[in-house]
Structures are given as structure tokens and as C-alpha cells.
């Protein structure tokens, strides 16, 4: 069982569209990061939230940690083909040092 | 700057053959990590070094895996012998060190194994 879920697990969408990626879990989370990896490449780090119910801003990526920072969304406004990738959530639990990834979510923006 | 290093980045063995990854992290960070990551999934930690000392490898399996970091620098992954389920890409990443609230972790590009 992940200890972090990701939703949903494929995103095809066309150029010009919006887009939200959900990471969920019943766990307690001190931060909360995302991630996004293309093919062939290591993941590389977007944003980290930490504080409950914090948004965050990356030009067209709109982060939210949840109130009780147990999850988070990764919305994308007018999203285009250089967003495909895949997104992956990481947390660290509040009681536990270690940060654990989602199984991702895969986007696929298309011209 | 430079961030973290990886190779090789490609490598092809046969099954029961030996096989090593090596690692630079970025300068200055202290905490070095050695991820698994299957195809479709997110990375699962195998070990986890402050400087030279491994201080997380409960999920590293001791029976064919060992790591090693001897100056607290680089790093080298060996899996010896390798099996067809070892097929996946190992990542590499480092950060500042310490089990702060930020933990932010900077990955190397990955080697994908593949065992025939």
C-alpha cells in the first residue's frame, strides 16, 4: 500500500487545456514535494509546501498543500506539450524523517 | 554548478552477473540516497547515507545489494549477482543533510539496468 496516492494515473489532454493532479493520503505530512521526471532523466523538484493550506506559484503551476497537510493538488493552467512529464508527490510523514513518493501521474499534452 | 552525477547511464548485463553504479553528489551535500524506481511507479529508497555512515538501509536486500560511500563523497552501488526482477532505473540523489523539515532532494539522471 503507497502511503501516498496519486490521482489519476494518466492525463491526456490537448494544448490550451487545464489540468489538476491530486495527491492524497490518511498520513500527516510535515512538507510535501513535487516532482516531475521525463523519460530518461531523474525527477527534478518543483515546489515544496509546508505549511497547511499554503499555495504556491510557478508561472502557470498552482500548488496547494491541504489544511490538515495530509494532501495536496497540481493544477495547470493552459497547459502546453513541454508540461508532459510525470508528476510525482514525495512527503515526509510527520513522525518519520523519510520521504515517500507516489507512484506519479502521467501527462500528456498534446499540440 | 554542477548537480548530481550518474554512470554509467545505460548498462545490459546477463543474469548472475555483477553489476556497479557510482554516484557524485552535489558538492557540499552531505546526505546521499540510492533510489529504485520501476517503470510507472515513483522512486523507493534502498539506502540513505549522512556523510560515510549508511544510516537507513532497511530496504536495501543484503543478500545480493551493498552500497558504499568511503569518504563521504561519492558513492557505488553493487548488486552481485543480478537478477531479471533487478530491471529498473537507479537513481541517485543528495541533499544538505540532516532530518529537516525540507528535505529537498536533487536527483541525478538515473541508471537504467536491464538483465537478460
Known amino acids: 500500500t503507497q502511503l501516498l496516492e496519486q490521482s489519476p494515473q494518466f492525463l491526456s489532454i490537448q494544448e490550451g487545456e487545464n489540468l489538476t493532479v491530486y495527491c492524497n493520503s490518511s498520513?500527516?505530512?510535515?512538507?510535501l514535494q513535487w516532482y516531475r521526471q521525463e523519460p530518461g532523466e531523474g525527477p527534478v523538484l518543483l515546489v515544496t509546501?509546508?505549511?497547511?493550506?499554503e499555495v504556491k506559484k510557478l508561472k502557470r503551476l498552482t500548488f496547494q498543500f491541504g489544511d490538515a497537510r495530509k494532501d495536496s493538488s497540481l493544477h495547470i493552467t493552459a497547459a502546453q506539450p513541454g508540461d508532459t512529464g510525470l508528476y510525482l508527490c514525495?512527503?515526509?510523514?510527520?513522525?518519520?524523517?523519510?520521504?515517500?513518493f507516489g507512484a506519479g501521474t502521467t501527462v500528456t499534452v498534446r499540440a | 554548478e554542477a548537480g548530481v552525477v550518474q554512470s554509467p547511464r545505460y548498462k545490459i548485463i546477463e543474469k548472475k552477473q555483477p553489476v556497479a553504479f557510482w554516484c557524485n553528489p552535489i558538492?557540499?551535500?552531505?546526505?546521499l540516497y540510492w533510489y529504485l524506481q520501476n517503470l510507472g511507479q515513483g522512486p523507493e529508497l534502498l539506502i540513505r547515507?549522512?556523510?560515510?555512515?549508511?544510516?537507513?538501509d532497511s530496504q536495501l536486500p543484503k543478500d545480493r545489494f551493498s552500497a558504499e560511500r568511503l569518504k563521504g563523497v561519492d558513492s557505488t552501488l553493487k548488486i552481485q549477482p543480478a537478477e531479471l526482477g533487478d530491471s529498473a532505473v537507479y537513481l541517485c540523489a543528495s541533499s544538505l543533510g540532516g532530518q529537516g523539515v525540507y528535505n529537498e532532494q536533487f536527483f541525478g539522471p538515473g541508471t537504467r539496468l536491464t538483465v537478460l
Open positions: 547515507y549522512e556523510n560515510e555512515e549508511a544510516v537507513d
Open positions: 498520513s500527516v505530512f510535515s512538507s
Open positions: 509546501v509546508v505549511t497547511g493550506g
Open positions: 514525495a512527503g515526509a510523514p510527520v513522525d518519520d524523517y523519510k520521504l515517500s
Open positions: 558538492s557540499g551535500h552531505n546526505t
